[in-house]
């Protein structure tokens, strides 16, 4: 029998109120040590996720209900998610580098450099419809050998990077500890956590790949910090955030949270119509079918 708790919605919102699903989130897997990266492949209807600290990714197949290893070693994968043409690309913290898995299983190094620097540990990936690879560098990876290799850090600083035909430019360099971000649906912003300062940032995104702005959009005065971001197809920002789901109107009102025994790592929306919710959170990986459409990928625009 699957395991389930009640789903336990907070309504702060009255804009959250009409959001809902199953009274039951599905405890798909326990049994990792640090969940994260959750990445759904719509071709194959399975979710693939990582377990840091343990050095391998999972798979859980939706047709079976099966779990299995992806990968292992994983080189401490962190963040995931799936390019333009279904590939997935992948944030490897034991080897301070980006990369993507081809369709025959091989293995291509996006970015590993900066000005011929090994970055910090790169964490959470994101791919926007002009195929420009944006990622997050915090040290995570290096600070300690638990989730990475013990090493110096070579990047004065921790950035925000966009790679396009083959440059890597730091497009953001003021953060202390970047780690999740977004797009929004037209991708003129981008959001991205710092998980130090505990607040999500909104970038302008300029034609030529630039940024200005970065006001602070939301701050996070509750319990943990924030980490994996989403959105769904009315824009709202749906953030990982201590052992909740916090849910963010586009204006920047926490709407409301889905509250979870665990410490939430990240999320994605996946099914047949991205319309629910899978969630890395510390132990385990859960899932809820909600009323609410994840936003548009790229791979399907």
Not at 46 to 64: A, C, G, K, Q
Not at 185 to 214: I, M, P, Q, W
Request: negative net charge; contains cysteine; glycine residues 10%.
């Amino acid at each position: 029998m699957m395991d389930t708790i009640p789903t336990d919605f907070e309504v702060l919102d009255e804009r959250f109120a009409a959001v809902g699903g199953d009274d039951k989130v599905e405890r798909l897997f326990t049994g990792t040590r640090w969940a994260e990266g959750p990445v759904y492949f719509p071709a194959g209807r399975f979710l693939v996720w990582s377990d840091i600290p343990n050095d391998r990714m999972l798979r859980w197949d939706e047709l079976t209900g099966a779990v299995g290893t992806f990968r292992r070693p994983s080189a401490y994968v962190n963040g995931n998610t799936l390019d333009r043409e279904g590939r997935m690309l992948s944030c490897e913290q034991g080897n301070r580098r980006v990369t993507r898995t081809e369709h025959d299983g091989s293995i291509t190094v996006i970015a590993d450099r900066w000005q011929g620097k090994r970055f910090n540990s790169p964490n959470d990936v994101v791919v926007r419809s002009d195929g420009s690879v944006w990622f997050t560098d915090p040290p995570y990876g290096i600070t300690s050998d638990y989730e990475g290799v013990k090493a110096d850090q070579e990047i004065d600083g921790c950035h925000v990077y966009r790679v396009h035909d083959g440059e890597v430019r730091i497009v953001a360099d003021d953060f202390e500890r970047p780690n999740g971000l977004a797009f929004s649906l037209d991708e003129k912003r981008l959001y991205v956590a710092d998980t130090r300062r505990n607040h999500l940032r909104l970038f302008d995104v300029h034609d030529d790949g630039t940024l200005s702005g970065g006001k602070v959009f939301a701050e996070n005065s509750g319990e943990g910090r924030f980490d994996g971001l989403r959105l769904d197809d009315t824009g709202r920002v749906w953030a990982a955030a201590g052992k909740a789901v916090h849910c963010y109107h586009p204006d920047g009102t926490l709407l409301g949270k889905l509250h979870l025994p665990e410490f939430v790592a990240n999320l994605v929306f996946g099914g047949p119509k991205r319309n629910r919710l899978f969630i890395a959170a510390s132990s385990s990986l859960y899932s809820l079918m909600l009323n609410v459409t994840g936003a548009r990928p790229v791979w399907a625009a």
